[in-house]
């Protein structure tokens, strides 16, 4: 079991730059969500999805999109960087059942410049 | 949505001594409240978690106790050790709801 794993680890953007940060489980999780955490600070939702093909924004989805066509992947696109968007981005699973302990990746460190 | 808040938002002690962090929430529905701890560079890991039918609980070193009529639930450590220093995140929510997190503790364990 890999667990939650992210690509890429390291990504510097320039503005205006458009990229995908990948997320992907092996734990057939149906709850998948993507935080922001910048420093000092918790973390905070941008979109999640209870399931294939549903998703939902969170706190700050503005800047992001995300589509769930497999129950495994969970890709979160940054349609036109800026650099209030530099942060790091955490992947996040879980069963979506109850109590449930939510599984997190290694994160992304992304830079907008 | 859920409102949380964590203090103190950074704490110090000396190794062996207790730490004691607090999470108040403002969804008086939210039944199930975990701790996270976040290791530098990583992601949080679950650490412990109770639920709303449940006062205290404890596991080895750690314990969380909750007062839900004042809605807010605690996290200690007893005999503190260096790799416990961390950040450490509350997320009380309503069951299968989406997570909302603390702030987050920054807790800095001296040898």
């Known amino acids: 079991n890999a667990g939650v794993t992210q690509t890429p680890k390291f990504q510097v953007l320039k503005t205006g730059q458009s990229m995908t940060l990948q997320c992907a489980q092996d734990m057939n999780h149906e709850y998948m969500s993507w935080y922001r955490q910048d420093p000092g600070m918790g973390l905070r939702l941008i979109h999640y999805?209870?399931?294939?093909?549903?998703?939902d924004q969170g706190e700050v989805p503005n800047g992001y999109n995300v589509s769930r066509s497999t129950t495994e992947d969970f890709p979160l696109r940054l349609l036109s960087a800026a650099p209030s968007q530099t942060s790091v981005y955490f992947c996040?699973?879980?069963?979506?059942?109850?109590?449930?302990?939510?599984?997190f990746g290694p994160g992304t460190r992304l830079t907008v410049t | 949505g859920e409102n949380v808040e964590q203090h103190p938002s950074t704490l110090s002690v000396q190794e062996g001594d207790s730490a004691v962090i607090k999470c108040t929430y403002s969804d008086s529905a939210s039944n199930y409240f975990p701790w996270y701890k976040q290791e530098l560079g990583k992601g949080p890991q679950l650490i412990i978690d109770?639920?709303?039918?449940?006062g205290e609980k404890k596991d080895q070193r750690i314990a969380v106790t909750l007062n839900k009529t004042a809605k807010h639930f605690s996290l200690h450590i007893t005999e503190t050790q260096p790799e416990d220093s961390a950040v450490y995140f509350c997320?009380?929510?309503?069951?299968?709801?989406?997570?909302?997190f603390g702030t987050g503790t920054k807790l800095q364990v001296i040898p």
């Open positions: 996040a699973s879980r069963t979506g059942q109850g109590f449930d302990e939510q599984y």
């Open positions: 999805s209870v399931g294939a093909g549903i998703t």
């Open positions: 997320a009380p929510r309503r069951g299968y709801q989406k997570v909302t």
């Open positions: 109770i639920r709303s039918n449940v």
